[in-house]
């Protein structure tokens, strides 16, 4: 606690009475509105409280969010006609308005970040969804997705690089994620213990933190790699590294029962990937070999389509049959119907190739493009059970070709700074930590081949955040010599 004080700003007595009075202005206000009946009206003093705290302690707000978001809940405002993540989404908002006002007013923000190659990918993928959200089917659909996509890049990639200049807050930003979503996890399993632990129940048990168990699942994989990462390679004193063990635990245990294939794939990906870390192999030889399994693939495709073609494993409670049901795209409906979205999706791109038809307007679209004998029992023309189920094709609907081509280079960047971080930084610590956040990259990487989520905060934030991570090591402390020699 004195450490926290001594952090506080020190004021004159001035600005106390300037904030006395603000505050008395504050509760008066309530009153009013209250008395009225104005409901709406409370919005004005609780945003100008959020605004006063976001530009007095804006690092204390950045970690709020951090940790928040786990817990957020998303409510829909019907008279808004749109549904915000509370309590986190409203800071960001205001965040992201604080941030371009700065960027006017300065002319120029951490420009050392802002220039590197992660960092202009993302410009450019800003840059490029918003011209084909101009150019959109559904333009409000498009800019509503477009504007949400920024303040997410704006507060958990370039807001939080701010945090991560000081190596102090590296593990504070790995922990104050990893508590929360723990906490999500015992609810959960807690939940789902009352329906007998059954794949059936596991689908919808984590609401309503999260809609629905591949999100959840994806999340658990990102933090399972950084819970084992963190207690496997950080020092700790005995009663810290206990904690560590026991976060650990409990999120394998939510990742267990979150009866999500793609994660658990995820996982077994991202081991691979550590192995080679661990044997001092970069990127060069990963992308050799990433190369040869494609060459490999496409020699024995007639042999994979008929083994895939034939498979009957069906996705069920037996943890084994389940997982083998990941090659059934005969009869498993969860696998049937996301060939039926890819396809339309496939199709919606060759109409439009290269704008696309707008950000976030698969899913009300693509339902002409579905052929009748591909369709599933699941299969919907309503638009109301999600979008293209990848974050590779479904760009390629949404804004065109050159959308998806950015994805790829994000994610081929993420892959050869993640390589040179966890190999070539100057400390053991800066390097399990590089380690942390880019292992947390391989899993939602690898799940984003069947599944997309930088639409929701929960993924978005540590996605985001790690990527930043990433580019701030780089700028940061590449090349900075130190002594330190063991985390």
Same mark, same amino acid.
């Given at each position: 606690?004195?450490?926290? @004080?001594?952090?506080?700003?020190?004021?004159?007595?001035?600005?106390?009475?300037?904030?006395?009075?603000?505050?008395?202005?504050?509760?008066?206000?309530?009153?009013?509105?209250?008395?009225?009946?104005?409901?709406?009206?409370?919005?004005?003093?609780?945003?100008?409280?959020?605004?006063?705290?976001?530009?007095?302690?804006?690092?204390?707000?950045?970690? =709020? @969010?951090?940790? %928040?978001?786990?817990?957020?809940?998303?409510?829909?405002?019907?008279?808004?006609?749109?549904?915000?993540?509370?309590?986190?989404?409203?800071?960001?908002?205001?965040?992201?308005?604080?941030?371009?006002?700065?960027?006017?007013?300065?002319?120029?923000? !951490?420009?050392?970040?802002?220039?590197?190659?992660?960092?202009?990918?993302?410009?450019?993928?800003?840059?490029?969804?918003?011209?084909?959200?101009?150019?959109?089917?559904?333009?409000?659909?498009?800019?509503?997705? =477009?504007?949400?996509? &920024?303040?997410?890049?704006?507060?958990? !990639?370039? #807001?939080?690089?701010?945090?991560?200049?000081?190596?102090?807050?590296?593990?504070?930003?790995?922990?104050?994620?990893?508590?929360?979503?723990?906490?999500?996890?015992i609810y959960t399993v807690i939940h789902h213990g009352q329906y007998g632990f059954t794949k059936k129940s596991g689908t919808w048990v984590m609401q309503p933190f999260f809609k629905e168990h591949t999100a959840y699942g994806a999340v658990l994989a990102m933090?399972?790699?950084?819970?084992?990462?963190?207690f496997l390679r950080y020092n700790y004193r005995p009663l810290a590294k206990i904690g560590i063990l026991a976060l650990s635990i409990i999120i394998s245990v939510g990742l267990y029962f979150s009866y999500t294939r793609a994660a658990w794939l995820s996982v077994?990906?991202?081991?691979?990937?550590?192995?080679?870390?661990?044997?001092?192999?970069? =990127?060069?030889?990963?992308?050799?070999?990433?190369?040869?399994?494609?060459? #490999?693939?496409?020699?024995?495709?007639?042999?994979?389509?008929?083994?895939?073609?034939?498979?009957?494993?069906?996705?069920?409670?037996?943890?084994?049959?389940?997982?083998?049901?990941?090659?059934?795209?005969?009869?498993?409906?969860?696998?049937?119907?996301?060939?039926?979205?890819?396809?339309?999706?496939?199709?919606?791109?060759?109409?439009?190739?290269?704008?696309?038809?707008?950000?976030?307007?698969?899913?009300?679209?693509?339902?002409?493009?579905?052929?009748?004998?591909?369709?599933?029992?699941?299969?919907?023309?309503?638009?109301?059970?999600?979008?293209?189920?990848?974050?590779?094709?479904?760009? &390629?609907?949404?804004?065109?070709?050159?959308?998806?081509?950015?994805?790829?280079?994000?994610?081929?960047?993420?892959?050869?700074?993640?390589?040179?971080?966890?190999?070539?930084?100057?400390?053991?610590?800066?390097?399990?930590?590089?380690?942390? %956040? =880019?292992?947390?990259?391989?899993?939602?990487?690898?799940?984003?081949?069947?599944?997309?989520?930088?639409? @929701?905060?929960?993924?978005?934030?540590?996605?985001?955040?790690?990527?930043?991570?990433?580019?701030? &090591?780089?700028?940061?402390?590449?090349?900075?010599?130190?002594?330190?020699?063991?985390?």
């Amino acid at each position: 606690m004195n450490r926290l @004080i001594q952090r506080l700003p020190q004021t004159d007595e001035r600005i106390q009475w300037i904030a006395i009075g603000s505050g008395l202005v504050f509760v008066a206000a309530i009153a009013v509105f209250l008395s009225n009946e104005w409901y709406w009206g409370l919005l004005i003093p609780f945003g100008m409280a959020l605004i006063a705290s976001i530009v007095l302690a804006m690092d204390y707000v950045l970690w =709020f @969010i951090v940790l %928040a978001t786990p817990l957020s809940l998303n409510v829909e405002f019907k008279d808004l006609g749109s549904t915000l993540n509370l309590p986190t989404e409203p800071f960001m908002i205001a965040l992201t308005a604080l941030f371009f006002i700065r960027l006017a007013y300065h002319g120029h923000f !951490f420009p050392k970040l802002v220039k590197h190659p992660l960092s202009l990918i993302l410009i450019a993928h800003l840059v490029w969804m918003l011209s084909t959200a101009i150019t959109s089917e559904m333009l409000l659909v498009s800019l509503k997705y =477009f504007v949400s996509r &920024l303040w997410f890049i704006v507060v958990f !990639f370039y #807001l939080m690089s701010l945090l991560f200049k000081d190596q102090k807050n590296h593990r504070p930003y790995f922990l104050l994620y990893l508590i929360p979503m723990a906490a999500v996890v015992i609810y959960t399993v807690i939940h789902h213990g009352q329906y007998g632990f059954t794949k059936k129940s596991g689908t919808w048990v984590m609401q309503p933190f999260f809609k629905e168990h591949t999100a959840y699942g994806a999340v658990l994989a990102m933090y399972f790699t950084v819970a084992w990462t963190m207690f496997l390679r950080y020092n700790y004193r005995p009663l810290a590294k206990i904690g560590i063990l026991a976060l650990s635990i409990i999120i394998s245990v939510g990742l267990y029962f979150s009866y999500t294939r793609a994660a658990w794939l995820s996982v077994m990906v991202m081991m691979g990937v550590a192995g080679f870390i661990y044997l001092g192999w970069g =990127f060069r030889r990963f992308m050799m070999l990433i190369a040869g399994v494609l060459l #490999l693939i496409g020699l024995s495709w007639n042999t994979i389509n008929e083994r895939l073609n034939t498979t009957q494993a069906e996705s069920s409670d037996d943890v084994t049959e389940h997982l083998s049901s990941v090659a059934n795209v005969s009869t498993d409906a969860s696998n049937t119907e996301r060939l039926n979205r890819w396809k339309s999706a496939w199709r919606m791109f060759k109409e439009r190739p290269i704008t696309g038809f707008g950000p976030g307007t698969y899913m009300f679209l693509y339902a002409p493009y579905q052929n009748p004998h591909e369709k599933t029992i699941i299969s919907t023309n309503r638009g109301d059970v999600g979008n293209a189920h990848s974050e590779y094709i479904g760009p &390629l609907s949404d804004s065109g070709l050159p959308a998806a081509i950015i994805i790829l280079a994000l994610v081929v960047a993420t892959f050869y700074y993640g390589f040179r971080l966890s190999l070539y930084l100057p400390t053991i610590e800066l390097r399990t930590t590089a380690t942390i %956040a =880019f292992l947390a990259l391989v899993t939602y990487w690898f799940h984003g081949l069947v599944n997309n989520f930088l639409d @929701i905060d929960k993924t978005g934030l540590p996605v985001f955040g790690f990527t930043a991570l990433l580019a701030t &090591l780089d700028v940061c402390f590449m090349h900075k010599q130190s002594n330190q020699n063991t985390p």
